[in-house]
C-alpha cells in the first residue's frame, strides 16, 4: 500500500500546512498513481483534509476529492479514506463543545457524496488519525491545536467522543462500509537496573498506547458508548523511532546494535497487539529516512513474513509516505523518506525521483511476502 502525506494541519507555529499541495500530488495525482503499477500497489491511503472540505459549518466543498476519486477509478486504485488525518476547521478543536456532532455531520455528508459516485463500491474509512499521537502533540506539548499543556487526556475523550459519533453515523449511512484504525504501534521500556518505581511507570506508558482503541470497544469510558464491533481493520504505524526508554526518552536502535535486551522485534509487538484486539491487522505507516530506507524495507518485510507464518491475519503494508515530504513545522529540508524524492529545482510541483535503492528492495520484499498466504483488503 502507499500513503499520501495529507496532513492540513495547524503546525506548531499556528500556520494551517496542506500537504497534499506542498508535495504535488494534487497536480501529479494521475501520475502518481501511474508510477505505483510496477510496484503492484493497488491500494492507497488518501485523506479528504477536513479544514479544506468543510468550509463553513456543515457546508463542504467535495470537488477536489471527487477528482481523486475519479483518478483512482481510472487507474484501477482502492483508496483508504481518512476523514481526519492531522487537521481540524479554524474554528473547532477537541475541547470544542460542537466538535463531535460536527464530525458525525461530516462523516454522514462524505458516505452521501461517496455513494453519489460509486453506490456499490468498497468504502473503507479511517474516521481519525492516531488519536494516541495527536492527544499528546496538541494536548501536552503545544505541537498544535488546541496548544495545551497537561490535558492530553481531555484531547483524547474529546478526539474519542467524536471518533465514537463518527463511526455510528458512518454505519448508520452505510452498514457496509469498512472501517480501518490507525494508532500508533510501540515499545516504552524502563531504564536499565529501573527501580520498581520506574518499571512501573514505563509499563503504564506502554500501555496507555492502546486507551484510544479501548475506548473504541468499549472497554475503557463505556459512557462513551464504545462498542466491539467498532473495530475493525486493526491498524498500527510503526516507524524506526518507536522504541523508547521512559524518562530519558533514547531511542532503542531498530537494528539492535548492539544488542539490547529491552528491544522488541516488530512480529512481538504486532501479535502483542492481535492478542489483545483479534482484528485483521494492517501496518498502516511505516518508513525511514535517508540511506536506510532499504535496509527498513527488509527488515519490515521479515518481521510480517514471521507473523504471516504464525497465521495472523496481516492485510497490508502502507509505505508512508510514498512521496517525499518536509517536516510540518520547518518545511525545509525535506525528509527523504520516500519511494520517491521529491526534486525542488524548477518551478511548479516537486517532481519525482525514484529511489533506485529503495525500489529494488520493495521488490524484493514484495517477493518474499508472496510466498506466505497474503490476504488482501
Not at 494521475?30 to 505505483?36: G, K, T
Not at 499521537?133 to 503545544?142: C, E, Q, S
Not at 472501517?179 to 516504552?188: A, G, N, R
Not at 523508547?244 to 512481538?268: F, I, K, Q, T, Y
Request: net charge negative; proline share 7%.
Amino acid at each position: 500500500m502507499a500513503g499520501y502525506e495529507c496532513t492540513d494541519q495547524q503546525n506548531a507555529f499556528g500556520h494551517r500546512v496542506d500537504f497534499l499541495t506542498l508535495t504535488g500530488h494534487l497536480d501529479r495525482v494521475d501520475q502518481d498513481y501511474a508510477d505505483l503499477h510496477p510496484f503492484n500497489i493497488r491500494t492507497v491511503r488518501e485523506g479528504i483534509r477536513w479544514s479544506q472540505v468543510e468550509t463553513r459549518a456543515y457546508q463542504y466543498d467535495w470537488r477536489v476529492v471527487s477528482a481523486m476519486i475519479d483518478s483512482g477509478k481510472a487507474a484501477g486504485i482502492q483508496q483508504i479514506w481518512d476523514l481526519c488525518h492531522f487537521g481540524y476547521p479554524d474554528d473547532l478543536t477537541p475541547l470544542h463543545p460542537m466538535f463531535a456532532r460536527r464530525f458525525a455531520a461530516l462523516c454522514r455528508a462524505f458516505v452521501a457524496f461517496y455513494r453519489s459516485k460509486d453506490p456499490d463500491g468498497t468504502l473503507v474509512v479511517t474516521p481519525i488519525n492516531e488519536v494516541g499521537f495527536m492527544a499528546w502533540l496538541g494536548g501536552d506539548v503545544r505541537g498544535t491545536s488546541p496548544y495545551c499543556v497537561g490535558q492530553g487526556w481531555e484531547v483524547k475523550y474529546g478526539l474519542m467522543r467524536a471518533y465514537i459519533e463518527g463511526v455510528a453515523a458512518l454505519r448508520e449511512a452505510d452498514p457496509t462500509i469498512r472501517l480501518m484504525s490507525t494508532e500508533p504501534l510501540i515499545s516504552v521500556v524502563p531504564a536499565i537496573n529501573a527501580n520498581d518505581m520506574q518499571v512501573s511507570e514505563a509499563v503504564g506508558q506502554h500501555e496507555n498506547q492502546y486507551q484510544a482503541m479501548d475506548i473504541l470497544v468499549g472497554r475503557m469510558c463505556p459512557e462513551l458508548g464504545g462498542k466491539p464491533e467498532y473495530l475493525d481493520i486493526l491498524g498500527l504505524n510503526y516507524y524506526y523511532n518507536n522504541q523508547w526508554e521512559v524518562g530519558s526518552h533514547a531511542m532503542l536502535p531498530w537494528a539492535n546494535l548492539p544488542p539490547d535486551p529491552r528491544w522488541r522485534p516488530l512480529r512481538s509487538l504486532l501479535l502483542e497487539a492481535y492478542n489483545r484486539y483479534k482484528r485483521p491487522l494492517v501496518i498502516s505507516e511505516t518508513s525511514h529516512p535517508g540511506i536506510d530506507r532499504p535496509h527498513w524495507i527488509r527488515f519490515v518485510s521479515q518481521e510480517c513474513a514471521a507473523v504471516l507464518n504464525q497465521g495472523v491475519p496481516l492485510w497490508g503494508v502502507c509505505l508512508y509516505p510514498i512521496i517525499d515530504r518536509p517536516d510540518w513545522d520547518h518545511l525545509t529540508p525535506w525528509h527523504r523518506a520516500g519511494l520517491w524524492d521529491a526534486d525542488l529545482s524548477a518551478d511548479g510541483p516537486p517532481r519525482r525521483l525514484l529511489y533506485q535503492p529503495y525500489a529494488e528492495a520493495l521488490l524484493n520484499a514484495q517477493a518474499l511476502l508472496a510466498e506466505q498466504e497474503v490476504v488482501l483488503l
